[in-house]
């Protein structure tokens, strides 16, 4: 067995088990919360620790600035499969996956996915070992995660020319770039939030195709409405479901105005993902 099926179960797996989980209650209800609270206190010192010793130590290496930053990605990986783990472990999450080599063979393209739950980038970058991702400015000023940022060569997010260069530099290094076109996690009751153009203009500006990737849970939990030390008193099932790539070409400013063929592009993805959310569940 692979490291990836250790903590990303197949789909079938999933299903053998039950819909959904018993719901917590009670003095039921503490180990799950102190073993959820417990994993993200590892993560978020874990972060610290390996930007303080491994992370540089990957960084600075010998080697081309891709090589090292290509070390570094897969570290983080690891870290981030690990924590996923913890959190299986934990009872707070259960991943399988569907197609999923077709992720991991995946270079230099733009992954879009749908946001139910807080650690849903954390879900995909376990399952890639060449992942990056356009992060706020202000997470840069975390002590804990500032140097796992650096190190991997993800994107601050600051003025449109400044993103588009460093996206077309990140995405030319064969690694892939995961954008969440929601902008933030789904608001409960919504299917999705509606999609920003950022992930359409990124494409078609870097002449870069598009690998949608859909998140199903089958419980609400790690929500926008929730902090997160609101551990969920049912584990959450994700099925990580992988489609099939977009060609930018098929949105190719040539057969309009840009800005007209970006609009398009994100309503035709965004209707992509309602439609198949709003499918019955085959995962579990």
Same mark, same amino acid.
């Given at each position: 067995?692979?490291?990836?099926?250790?903590?990303?179960?197949?789909?079938?797996?999933?299903?053998?088990?039950?819909?959904?989980?018993?719901?917590?209650?009670?003095?039921?209800?503490?180990?799950?919360?102190?073993?959820?609270? =417990?994993?993200?206190?590892? /993560?978020?010192? +874990?972060? %610290?620790? $390996?930007?303080?010793? &491994?992370?540089?130590?990957?960084?600075? @290496?010998?080697?081309?600035?891709?090589?090292?930053?290509?070390?570094?990605?897969?570290?983080?990986?690891?870290?981030?499969?690990?924590?996923?783990?913890?959190?299986?472990?934990?009872?707070?999450?259960?991943?399988?996956?569907?197609?999923?080599?077709?992720?991991?063979q995946t270079k230099g393209q733009i992954i879009i996915?749908?946001?139910?739950?807080?650690?849903?980038?954390?879900?995909?970058?376990?399952?890639?070992?060449?992942?990056?991702?356009?992060?706020?400015?202000? =997470?840069?000023?975390?002590? /804990?995660?500032? +140097?796992? %940022?650096? $190190?991997?060569?993800? &994107?601050?997010?600051?003025?449109?020319? @400044?993103?588009?260069?460093?996206?077309?530099?990140?995405?030319?290094?064969?690694?892939?770039?995961?954008?969440?076109?929601?902008?933030?996690?789904?608001?409960?009751?919504?299917?999705?939030?509606?999609?920003?153009?950022?992930?359409?203009?990124?494409?078609?500006?870097?002449?870069?195709?598009?690998?949608?990737?859909?998140?199903?849970?089958?419980v609400a939990g790690l929500?926008?409405?929730?902090?997160?030390?609101?551990?969920?008193?049912?584990?959450?099932?994700?099925?990580?479901?992988?489609?099939?790539?977009?060609?930018?070409? %098929?949105?190719?400013?040539?057969?309009?105005?840009?800005?007209?063929?970006?609009?398009?592009?994100?309503?035709?993805?965004?209707?992509?993902?309602?439609?198949?959310?709003?499918?019955?569940?085959?995962?579990?």
């Amino acid at each position: 067995m692979t490291n990836q099926q250790q903590t990303a179960q197949p789909a079938d797996a999933i299903e053998q088990k039950n819909a959904t989980s018993p719901k917590l209650s009670g003095l039921r209800y503490v180990p799950r919360w102190i073993g959820g609270v =417990l994993c993200y206190i590892a /993560f978020g010192l +874990g972060g %610290l620790l $390996s930007s303080l010793t &491994i992370l540089p130590i990957l960084r600075f @290496w010998p080697g081309k600035k891709t090589v090292r930053v290509a070390r570094v990605q897969k570290a983080v990986s690891r870290m981030f499969r690990a924590f996923v783990a913890m959190l299986s472990f934990a009872g707070v999450i259960a991943v399988s996956t569907k197609n999923i080599e077709a992720l991991q063979q995946t270079k230099g393209q733009i992954i879009i996915a749908n946001h139910p739950t807080l650690v849903d980038v954390v879900v995909l970058i376990s399952l890639m070992p060449n992942a990056g991702c356009i992060v706020k400015q202000g =997470l840069w000023r975390n002590p /804990f995660i500032r +140097g796992v %940022l650096a $190190s991997a060569g993800y &994107i601050p997010n600051r003025g449109a020319d @400044w993103l588009l260069h460093d996206c077309r530099q990140v995405l030319h290094t064969d690694t892939n770039l995961i954008i969440f076109p929601e902008g933030t996690r789904t608001l409960t009751g919504n299917v999705v939030n509606s999609f920003a153009r950022g992930a359409a203009n990124i494409a078609l500006r870097t002449q870069t195709d598009i690998l949608p990737v859909v998140l199903r849970t089958d419980v609400a939990g790690l929500t926008k409405q929730q902090p997160w030390y609101q551990i969920p008193r049912q584990t959450i099932n994700m099925s990580v479901e992988i489609g099939t790539s977009m060609s930018y070409l %098929l949105y190719d400013a040539q057969q309009g105005n840009e800005a007209k063929m970006a609009r398009q592009l994100t309503r035709d993805l965004q209707q992509h993902y309602l439609d198949t959310l709003k499918q019955p569940i085959k995962s579990y």
